[in-house]
């Protein structure tokens, strides 16, 4: 196991590595650079714009750009957000958990409700249940984030009173511990809905499938010849031998969907990892856009470690050849 993680690690980092590299080169290839707006007016001079080009080194080589980020970020310094205004670390360490709970709700709403829906259409595969619950899955699975992010936000505010944007409420009456967790949750619930109802399809498809090549296994079918009920043999028997592609799955999705969902948390105006990357886009802030792929890209390397360390405790069968 120790040389397995030690592999992994490695592969991870050159991974990590090359997504940085690839993104930093991608971000300063692209049209436009920060300030350009200011750069560009007539009434700025052009002494303050040079100025500005050196503070933030702009005006040296992109190999030496490059080779000074690198040394930055190995110092621990990811640099000044040049569009918020304050370190890029501290934007991320505001983000990052606003986008941990959201993916972390959502994902596990997701979970659940994936599993019940692949369990039910076993329980009656082939016949008229299994057929619409895979239509339904289907139709979730075709529909893009942010038209379900709108229709959601449309259908739900309009049936309940619901806030519409935000993580919380700026005009909040009840200011204890209960009273924020309540509006917290008020303000999360709406984007975890459309997280959940756009994973749920990809559980329940892999979790059907790896049910239905559990089913004919030889404990399965002792387990129906003693008797045992059919939703026993599911739950007891099929289910937890079928669930590893699910934990694969789940590994690569939850850090995956740090700014997967973009869309969502744009369209809800929750402040996390994916509203932080479209603004830092539309701002052409090099160092928070770059720090927040390489985030994210060490989030999916971890995931995948983790994934691979559960399967080999849950089925010691699987080997190194990975």
């Given at each position: 196991?120790?040389a397995f993680?030690i592999?992994?690690l490695?592969?991870?980092a050159i991974?990590v590595?090359?997504v940085?590299?690839l993104?930093?080169?991608?971000?300063?290839?692209a049209?436009?650079?920060p300030f350009?707006?200011?750069l560009?007016?007539?009434?700025v001079s052009?002494s303050?714009?040079q100025?500005?080009?050196q503070a933030?080194?702009?005006?040296?080589?992109?190999g030496?750009q490059?080779a000074?980020?690198?040394a930055?970020?190995?110092q621990?310094?990811l640099g000044?957000?040049?569009?918020?205004?304050r370190?890029?670390?501290?934007v991320l360490?505001?983000a990052l958990p606003?986008?941990?709970l959201?993916?972390?709700?959502?994902?596990?709403?997701?979970l659940f409700?994936?599993?019940?829906?692949?369990?039910a259409?076993?329980?009656?595969r082939?016949?008229?249940?299994?057929r619409?619950l895979s239509g339904v899955?289907?139709?979730?699975l075709?529909?893009?984030?942010?038209?379900?992010a709108?229709?959601v936000l449309?259908?739900f505010?309009?049936l309940?009173?619901?806030?519409?944007?935000?993580?919380?409420d700026?005009?909040?009456?009840d200011?204890?511990?209960v009273?924020?967790?309540?509006?917290?949750?008020?303000h999360l619930?709406?984007p975890?809905?459309?997280?959940?109802l756009?994973?749920f399809?990809?559980?329940a498809r892999?979790?059907?499938?790896a049910l239905?090549e559990?089913?004919p296994?030889?404990?399965?079918?002792?387990?129906?010849a003693?008797?045992?009920?059919e939703?026993?043999v599911?739950?007891r028997?099929a289910l937890?031998?079928?669930v590893?592609?699910i934990?694969?799955?789940?590994?690569?999705?939850?850090?995956a969907l740090?700014?997967?969902a973009?869309?969502?948390?744009?369209?809800?105006?929750?402040?996390?990892?994916g509203?932080v990357i479209?603004?830092s886009?539309?701002?052409?802030?090099?160092?928070l856009?770059?720090?927040?792929?390489?985030?994210s890209s060490?989030?999916?390397?971890i995931g995948?470690?983790?994934?691979d360390v559960?399967?080999r405790?849950l089925?010691?069968?699987i080997?190194?050849?990975?």
């Open positions: 196991m120790a993680l592999r992994r490695i592969q991870g991974v590595a090359l940085a590299t993104v930093f080169l991608l971000i300063h290839a049209p436009g650079e350009a707006d200011s560009e007016n007539p009434s052009e303050v714009r100025t500005w080009r933030y080194g702009l005006d040296r080589p992109i030496e490059y000074r980020y690198v930055a970020v190995f621990g310094n000044f957000s040049t569009s918020r205004h370190p890029v670390a501290d360490a505001d606003n986008t941990m959201l993916m972390g709700t959502g994902l596990a709403l997701g409700a994936g599993i019940a829906v692949a369990v259409q076993v329980r009656r082939g016949r008229r249940v299994d619409l899955s289907l139709t979730f075709a529909v893009p984030d942010f038209w379900l709108m229709l449309v259908v505010t309009r309940f009173p619901l806030p519409i944007g935000g993580a919380s700026l005009f909040i009456d200011f204890s511990t009273g924020r967790i309540a509006d917290r949750a008020k619930l709406l975890a809905l459309t997280l959940a756009l994973y399809p990809i559980i892999h979790q059907r499938a239905l559990t089913l296994a030889e404990y399965v079918v002792t387990a129906r003693k008797g045992v009920r939703s026993e599911i739950r028997h937890r031998n079928a590893l592609p934990v694969t799955l789940l590994g690569i999705a939850f850090p740090l700014t997967g973009v869309f969502i948390e744009r369209v809800f105006s929750w402040p996390g990892m509203l479209v603004e886009i539309g701002s052409r802030d090099y160092p856009l770059t720090s927040s792929v390489i985030l060490a989030f999916v390397v995948s470690i983790l994934a559960v399967r405790s089925d010691p069968r080997g190194d050849e990975r």
